[in-house]
């Protein structure tokens, strides 16, 4: 869950930006020169505007460092690869809501907002696919379609590996998460 509410951080940031009421989209920001003439910017929302980011940005970031942390446990051996695009369309849907007149003001569109990503959430888990976040782009991992050895029986299987950097033929420790294989170098 933290890693789909962390891949909505650009998200809440555009919400953020539309919480700006317009009457302060043109006013001076304080400078050195001007003291007396200072106009802060303020939104009309900022417990959920800035909460939302926070939230996002907080679980942006405990998803990287958990995927850093991830236990490798045991040895496969891969013998192809092949980089598969990753699943943008269900990010999309809620970007393209934010722009359709949702705003924080109106209590009945966030909350029906709120259902479709609770919604969103439970198709995208259920249906194996929570690790193609296409924000764990930004952090260099990629997703691949890779045929490997897999136990001590070497049994041959073809799957899909997520790896931070070029997954390459050779040996690699592994764990296998939600139908996905994570994989770093031996």
């Known amino acids: ?4 509410i962390g891949s909505y ?5 555009i919400m953020l930006v539309q919480d700006i009421p317009k009457k302060y989209l043109g006013a001076p920001f304080c400078g050195m020169a001007s003291r007396s003439n ?4 303020i939104f009309e929302h900022p ?4 909460g939302s980011v926070l939230l996002t940005g907080v679980s942006l ?6 995927l850093q942390r991830i236990k490798l446990r045991f040895d496969v051996e891969v013998i192809e690869t092949k980089s598969i695009p990753n699943d943008l369309i269900n990010y999309v849907f809620p970007y393209i809501v934010s722009f359709m ?4 003001g ?20 259920r249906s194996g696919q929570i690790v193609m976040n296409p924000l764990l782009i930004i952090f260099g991992w990629r997703i691949y379609e890779a045929k490997m050895v897999i136990g001590q029986n070497k049994e041959v299987r ?11 033929p050779g040996k690699q420790r592994a764990e296998e998460v939600q139908d996905f294989y994570f994989t770093g170098n031996p």
């Open 1 to 4: 869950m933290v890693l789909f």
């Open 9 to 13: 951080f650009p998200l809440a940031v």
């Open 38 to 41: 200072c106009t802060f910017q």
């Open 47 to 50: 417990c959920l505007a800035l």
């Open 61 to 66: 970031l405990f998803t990287h460092w958990s």
């Open 101 to 104: 007149g949702l705003s924080y």
């Open 106 to 125: 109106d209590s009945g569109k966030t909350m029906g907002f709120v259902v479709f990503l609770i919604v969103l959430f439970v198709i995208t888990y």
């Open 158 to 168: 073809i799957t899909r590996v997520l790896k931070q950097g070029k997954l390459l």
